[in-house]
């Protein structure tokens, strides 16, 4: 159980036997009346926020979950990882996946989120390093103005690179936002 004391960003709760995760939280102490807690939390199941208030000393459940270190291995209608530890693979259904999709190379190091033994959501790192499959020819000197242009890495994301990066390159890419960071040098 936790009280409200010891709600932190990200802390997962369980609420009416569903697993949440807490996206803020602010303690408040009117002058008339009980102090109380403002949350934003997130069902880690369904994708739905919602606001919610506890008064002061409520207590919350500690849900039965843990986050696995996995490497990502393949795709084959599901996603295939592998528990860093105990070498067993296991698969992901694409829902629970959902947009990490984009980012998911092979050989990714995943944390995902188990809840009652199932798999129910994927931390990807925040940034990963992967090879394009379609690219326009590279345009030198035209960087002056700050011009872009789509690529496509294999995962199939398209994100828009600076002209001067070649069908050749690896680009190092930023999983919060899905922006191009840097050209990795080999």
């Known amino acids: 159980m936790y009280d409200t004391t010891q709600f932190k960003k990200s802390l997962k709760i369980e609420i009416d036997g569903n697993l949440w995760q807490i996206v803020e939280f602010q303690h408040v102490k009117p002058g008339k009346g009980g102090a109380f807690v403002r949350t934003r939390i997130k069902n880690l199941l369904t994708n739905q926020v919602i606001d919610r208030t506890f008064r002061s000393g409520d207590k919350v459940g500690a849900p039965d979950c843990e986050e696995i270190d996995t490497t990502f291995l393949y795709y084959d209608g599901d996603y ?31 944390q995902v989120l188990m809840y009652n033994q199932r798999p129910v959501a994927l931390e990807l790192p925040n940034f990963i390093e992967a090879e394009l499959t379609e690219c326009l020819p590279a345009v030198a000197g035209n960087t002056a103005t700050g011009a872009t242009k789509p690529v496509t890495i294999v995962t199939g994301y398209e994100l828009q690179v600076p002209l001067y990066i070649k069908e050749t390159d690896k680009l190092k890419i930023d999983t919060r936002d899905g922006s191009f960071v840097e050209r990795v040098k080999e």
Not at 83 to 101: L, M, Q, R, W
């Open 80 to 110: 295939n990882f592998m528990n860093s530890k105990s070498y067993e693979t296991f698969a992901v259904p694409e829902e629970v996946v959902g947009d990490a999709k984009n980012f998911l190379v092979e050989q990714t190091e995943v």
